[in-house]
């Protein structure tokens, strides 16, 4: 589902990804862990093209993301790390809205809008504005809308980032229920570690652009021989606290924006 070969992404002289491989099978629960600025975020920008990488290959469903962006669109759904619903609209119309953009077919439109929302326990707030919404609704409402053109692989960018623990275990029964029977791929960063054990199949750990480990949560326990997935991850990636960092993508096109104005 997932084929990442050999990818470098460099902004300036900041390499954010170096040299990076790795594969997703379908049906498959995949986390990518690391510290921040270890090029998690930048490799989730390539893979759903908002960024191209500088050297290498990625393909989504078959689909190369740089020469074939459309269809490589339509194979997946996304949930970013910042909130990206309409504050100002109703979820029905934020559905609405989504459904058109990605081209859902008029008359399937209501009945798929009505499915989604009863999955995430919100038909019965469809007509409020999202405003008023928790942001625990706000993240089952994204789901929600990442779903509508039936993709075959869902991003979590940090979905449970700031939310309680009840509306953490209630998102991830979700994206659990989608992946078994809908055999639908999940791709999700966290910084949540006991999250990653219980949801991810396979997890990957990055630092400094690089994978530096890869298994299951037990063959990375075994690996490292540590107890839990965290201990794990600190043997791996240093308990070092790690600045929080401006995205590369953003800091280079800042810096090239001031640059244009002089």
Do not use: C
């Not at 089952?140 to 960018?157: N, S, T, W």
């Not at 949801?199 to 949560?217: C, L, P, V, Y």
């Amino acid at each position: 589902m997932i084929k990442v070969d050999h990818v470098t992404k460099r902004f300036g002289a900041i390499t954010a990804v170096d040299d990076v491989t790795f594969e997703v099978k379908a049906g498959e629960r995949f986390a990518l862990l690391g510290p921040n600025g270890a090029g998690k975020s930048t490799t989730i920008k390539m893979l759903t093209t908002l960024l191209r990488p500088t050297k290498g290959n990625m393909s989504l469903n078959q689909h190369d993301v740089v020469k074939n962006q459309d269809a490589a669109r339509r194979s997946f759904g996304i949930v970013f790390q910042d909130p990206s619903v309409d504050t100002e609209m109703t979820a029905y119309e934020n559905m609405q809205l989504h459904a058109v953009l990605y081209h859902v077919p008029s008359g399937q439109i209501d009945k798929r809008v009505k499915e989604l929302l009863e999955l995430v326990e919100l038909w019965d707030r469809r007509d409020s504005l999202v405003k008023t919404y928790s942001g625990g609704m706000k993240r089952r409402l994204e789901i929600a809308r990442g779903l509508l053109h039936h993709p075959k692989l869902l991003f979590l960018d940090e979905p449970t980032l700031g939310l309680d623990a009840q509306t953490r275990n209630l998102l991830w029964e979700y994206v659990q229920r989608l992946s078994r029977e809908q055999n639908m791929t999940i791709f999700f960063t966290t910084h949540y570690m006991e999250e990653a054990e219980a949801n991810a199949s396979r997890i990957a750990f990055i630092d400094h652009g690089k994978i530096i480990a890869m298994g299951t949560a037990v063959e990375l326990k075994k690996q490292t021989n540590t107890r839990s997935l965290e201990q794990a991850y600190l043997k791996m990636t240093g308990t070092k606290i790690r600045d929080e960092q401006v995205d590369p993508h953003d800091a280079w096109r800042e810096r090239h924006r001031a640059r244009s104005m002089r």
